[in-house]
C-alpha cells in the first residue's frame, strides 16, 4: 500500500515512537517517554482523552506548566507542536477504526474527536495522502488478497476465511467507489 508519509514519521525520527494500542471501548496507551515528567503527564493526558475536544489551555494544565513552558517543552521532549501530535494520534485511531470496523466517516470523525467530518477527511487527506473510505478499500483488498494466498496453502481456510471475514469475500462491498 503506497501512502504518503504522515507527521508520525518525524515523531519515530525524534528518538519518540508513537504507539496507540488498546482495542474500541479500552483505554488507549500513547507510548513516548521523555525524561520531563509535566511532558509525560500531558502524553497521558492526550492518550486518555484524545477522542474530547481539547485545547492548548487543557494540555498546559496537565503538564503543570504555563502556557509559554509548556509548548517550548514540549517541542523540545517531543520534536512536534502539540496540536500536531493531537491530529496524528487521532488519525492512528481513526486508521484502526477504518481497517477494523464497518463504521461512515461521520462516525468515525465523531469517535476520533475531530469537530466535523469535513475537518477529519481534510485531515486525513493531507496526512495519510488519500481519503477515508479509499484507505479503507485499500485495507480490504490488500486482506483478500492475502486470504486468496492461503486458500491456496490450506483448502481448509477457505472456510475459515468465510466464516470470520464475510467483508473480505464480498466483491460487490469492495467494488464500491471511494466516496471522501
Given at each position: 500500500m503506497n501512502i504518503k508519509k504522515s507527521k508520525q514519521d518525524k515523531i519515530n525520527r525524534s528518538g519518540n515512537q508513537l504507539l496507540i494500542s488498546g482495542a474500541a471501548g479500552k483505554p488507549d496507551k500513547l507510548r513516548i517517554t521523555t525524561d520531563h515528567p509535566g511532558i509525560n503527564n500531558c502524553l497521558d493526558f492526550v492518550a486518555r482523552n484524545f477522542r474530547r475536544p481539547i485545547q492548548l489551555?487543557?494540555?498546559a494544565k496537565a503538564s503543570g506548566l504555563s502556557r509559554r513552558g509548556f509548548v517550548k517543552a514540549f517541542n523540545k521532549h517531543v520534536?512536534?507542536?502539540?496540536?500536531?501530535?493531537l491530529r496524528t494520534v487521532r488519525l492512528e485511531h481513526a486508521?484502526?477504526?477504518?481497517m477494523e470496523q464497518d463504521l461512515n466517516s461521520a462516525d468515525i470523525a465523531r469517535q476520533c474527536g475531530f469537530r466535523s467530518h469535513n475537518t477529519?477527511?481534510?485531515?486525513?487527506?493531507?496526512?495519510?495522502?488519500?481519503?477515508?473510505?479509499?484507505f479503507q478499500l485499500r485495507y480490504l483488498f490488500a486482506l483478500r488478497r492475502h486470504y486468496r494466498r492461503l486458500e491456496v496453502l490450506s483448502p481448509d481456510f477457505q472456510?475459515?476465511?468465510?466464516?470470520?471475514?464475510?467483508?473480505?469475500?464480498?466483491?460487490?462491498?469492495?467494488?464500491r467507489p471511494a466516496v471522501a
Open positions: 489551555k487543557h494540555l520534536g512536534e507542536k502539540p496540536g500536531v501530535l486508521k484502526r477504526l477504518l477529519f477527511a481534510v485531515a486525513f487527506q493531507r496526512d495519510i495522502g488519500m481519503a477515508p473510505k479509499q472456510s475459515l476465511a468465510h466464516r470470520d471475514f464475510p467483508a473480505v469475500q464480498d466483491d460487490q462491498y469492495l467494488m
